[in-house]
């Protein structure tokens, strides 16, 4: 199926286009402090986020990857992005999400995930979710409490490619 379109309150998010790159890049993906609990690693080059946007506009048409550029509704901007993916570490979907710095503290993660577990009930029809934190990052837990998940057990969390590890959290979300 074909990555929607889906619509939240204050934000649309949409496939990427290739054409996003360069605000990727500027807005999160050469920033250090968003990458830091992110399974990714920053980038330091324009050209490998072109690379990274060339990889998710072919995952479009995927029927277990969904990735959604998050953009305000009030301006057009580009903010961050919001994920539910097939895990086959966990043979289940996972969600993921990430916003430009200036983004933080907003609510802007909540209601994008609002949104895609929504999607990820009524037109995937999964019966459970899984999303991974660094306990380290609590921002992120408070998310998933919001969503309803709750802590399944305590993991290892590997980010920047596996260049640093962190005591993590593994939440589920049963329907």
Known sequence: MKTPVLE???????????????????????D??????????????????????AFEVSQIPSDQWYR??????????LIGTGLVYYEEE???FEI????GKEYWGYG???ETMEVTVDFAKNVLKVKE???RYAKENPASGR???????????????????????????ECRLKF
């Open 8 to 30: 939240a309150e204050r934000l649309l998010l949409r496939p990427f286009c290739e054409a996003d790159a360069q605000r990727v890049f500027d807005c999160w993906e050469s």
């Open 32 to 53: 250090s402090e968003v990458a830091r609990y992110m399974f990714w690693s920053s980038h330091n080059d324009v050209e490998k986020t072109r690379q990274w946007a």
């Open 68 to 77: 959604w550029a998050v953009v305000l509704k009030a301006t057009g901007e």
């Open 90 to 92: 966990y043979h289940l």
């Open 96 to 99: 993921g999400y990430n916003f």
């Open 108 to 110: 802007y993660a909540t």
């Open 129 to 131: 979710l899984v999303g």
């Open 143 to 169: 998310v998933m409490e919001k969503l309803g998940f709750r802590y399944s057990r305590e993991i290892p969390y590997e980010a920047n490619e596996g260049k640093h590890r962190y005591d993590g959290v």
